[in-house]
């Protein structure tokens, strides 16, 4: 049983989508544009030379715009400290009961069974009460209500 190019083109499609689906390379499925591309070409009669130059051109030119996108999207988020990303320190939006201010918007606080020093950095005067951790500097907590 032979298989005709457009079938071999279709088999490779399949593999690059599958193989997506398992890593989560999304780059994958722009390589695969450039694969049903060919297997269209080759369907339409194109010589094997130029399926190949398609799905590499196709393939390629989705890659690189998906690669620009990207970027594009990543230029535009603000980037968040290691002190201040949740990502890093669990510790940034946890609650700490303050029960008083000293001046200057410091406190001492009982956090994880252990005292730590605390900052106020909000806009506000800062009140006794419930705070929520905003960022970690140091040892200090950086507090807003």
Partial sequence: MGF???TWWWIATGILVATELYTGTFYLLMLAIGTACA????HAGLASVGQMLTAALIGGL???LWHRRQLALRSHEPQATASHNPDVLLDIGQQVQ?????PGGHATVRYRGTNWQAR??????????MHTIRGVDGSTLLLDA
């Fill in 4 to 6: 005709n190019a457009s």
């Fill in 39 to 42: 297997a269209l070409s080759a």
């Fill in 98 to 102: 303050v029960d008083a201010w000293q």
């Fill in 120 to 129: 106020y950095t909000g806009s506000a005067t800062p009140q006794s009460g």
């Fill in 62 to 64: 989705a890659v690189t």
